[in-house]
């Protein structure tokens, strides 16, 4: 109910303060071009904000005194992206650099323009626009399912919470977030004073601000915001280059030609030249970036081009050659997987390495052990692997000491005493003691726990942990056994790998009714995922994903022969016979049953109506171009609805190439000399109701 109403000359003052401030954040944060002082913004802020507080309902949603934060989020509601925040393929070299232009020139007989980028080393953000205004705002997550962080969003002032121009009614515009180093510096100056322990490196804290639950302490890390990438279903550009510059006149703080932010090529000596001028400058730049992008910009051979499983095929990140330094190998450790794997761990002299203090090291097998003939006390040289993994590239043999050994690698489980196998062919040495080696039982749990499996909220890697020391849990199955007695004021060690210290946490009523909520929310988790969960050797979310749909229920692939397993999309004999015996395991089959009972799902769910038929069971598509009654991920689903499958590329086994206007002329090439048959989008619809 409204309480006070304004006056129509108070209707307009609001209005009047809201359009200025936007005008003058813009101007500030993305044209830094300001045209008043600092005082003069903060006297029409406090105007608006009090005109706001006396008329609470007439402040606007996306109102400019949202920018200072204020509002708590207990949870952040996870939201399905409109299209897969895929990753890129990475590259090191020009050489690949160069055979990558060569796919794409085998792939489109056309001549290529390209765009560079800066690759800002930040957070992947997608924010979603309607009739000018912005809606929500969705972290990456796992590429598919991100996490709406609008609250935090409105506080990043050079993100503009009202458009300007002929902007679509609805669209998405994806880009990065980042923390420029004056103010990373800025907070670790204030940390340092306090005592506090420094933050690592921008990225991390910039990830971790944005998932801050008070949104006015989000507000004061002054986040900044780079968008590159329009999305939506009514763009008039067909170029990426022109996208981009349309975005900034909407307001958008896009990357500037002017700056040289971004450019266009024709050439690999063009995209180099690119690539060459920011390896040098980029230690010149007010943010981190770690890395080049190029992209093919005309938009209609994105979808020519189309994607692999992981990343778009029409663009890849070059990443810039990661730092190296000497230190100590002081001693080599190894780590127990939860697949049983043995890893080796150089635990070295600490020593600072882009940005971040390195201690640890992964010498990967006992093959890359001998290639570098590594010895504990050698100097070595350490790199980050993309900046991000370190690793030993090499030895210091003139500094090698004078009684060194070389390394024998361990020949038993160093939790367990099992002796070791390496079976033919694989790269690691594992303990084959599955149901007994506690690394792999709690790896088990931690794995079926994680995000991308069950997604048990509350329950974290040290919690199971604690747990299973505590006897309370020896398998997953235990998990749904939890009573709420067992765990109030349950206390257990956890340990800092880093530093050594042990320190002691207990459950609270709170922390125990959120873990308890949460096993109860994963009993929806659909089947394919409970599947991947259950971490059977090779059965990663994509098979699983393929076993549900062959399948359909637990019972059906529990008692599948061998025969039938490869009958199933993407499954091949090293995994059929990994399925096979954990089958064959009496303790897997009680662990199903157990997990059964406790209500979880082992069916699928997907809506068999939706299967119109098996009329194309057999048969292999193509898709390519435009369509007029389909989107082409629409088109897609028809197809494998329909019992067929779709492929990324042409060959001797398509059945038929789907063809949509603006089709590409290398494709209908291929087609046409392989012999395979190109129909319509109404030649494909009269086939599937036929």
Known sequence: MILNIPTEAEIKRINELTQQLNEHNHRYYVLNAPIISDMEFDFLLKDLEALEQKYPDYAAANSPTKRVGGDITDKFEKVAHSRPMLSLSNTYSKEDIADWEERIHKAVDTEIEYVMELKYDGVAIALHYENGQFVRGITRGDGSVGEDVSTNIRTIRSIPLHLTGDFPASFEIRGEIFLPKKEFNKLNEERAKNGEELYANPRNTAAGTLKQQDSAEVAKRKLDCYLYYVLGENLALPSHFENVEKAAQWGFKVPSSRQRLIEKATSIDGIMDFINYWDIHRHDLPFEIDGIVIKVNKLSLWDELGMTAKSPRWAIAYKFKAETARTRLNKVTYQVGRTGAITPVANLQPVVLAGT???????????????????????????????????????????????????????????????????????????????????????????????????????????????????????????????????????????????????????????????????????????????????????????????????????????????????????????ADSILFYFSEEKNRTIIRRLKEAGLQFESLANESAAASDKLKGLTFVVSGVFTNFSRDGIKESIEANGGKVSGSISSKTSYVLAGDDMGPSKRKKAEDLGVKIISEAEYIALIEN
């Open 357 to 575: 203090t390195v201690k640890r090291a992964s010498l990967h097998n006992a093959d890359q052990i001998a290639k570098l003939d590594i010895r504990e006390g050698d100097l070595v040289l350490v790199e980050k692997g993309g900046e991000i993994i370190p690793k030993i590239t090499g030895v210091v043999l003139e500094e090698r000491p004078v009684a060194s050994q070389p390394l024998q690698y361990i020949q038993n489980c160093p939790e367990c005493g099992t002796e070791l196998i390496r079976e033919e062919g694989e790269a690691l040495h594992y303990c084959p003691n599955e149901i007994g080696c506690p690394p792999q039982i709690k790896g088990k749990m931690e794995h079926f726990i994680s995000r991308k499996a069950m997604n048990i909220e509350g329950l974290g890697s040290e919690t199971v942990a604690g747990l299973y020391d505590k006897g309370l849990v020896k398998d997953v199955a235990d998990i749904y056994d939890l009573k709420f007695e067992q765990l109030l004021g349950l206390e257990f060690s956890v340990g800092d790998e880093e530093s050594g210290e042990i320190k002691k946490r207990s459950l609270q009523e709170k922390s125990v009714k959120n873990l308890l909520e949460g096993l109860d929310a994963s009993k929806n988790v659909p089947f394919e995922r409970v599947l991947f969960a259950l971490g059977i050797r090779f059965v990663g979310e994509t098979v699983a994903k393929k076993l549900v749909k062959h399948f359909k229920n637990i019972d059906a692939l529990q008692t599948a022969s061998r025969e039938a397993l490869l009958e199933a999309d993407e499954v091949g004999e090293k995994i």
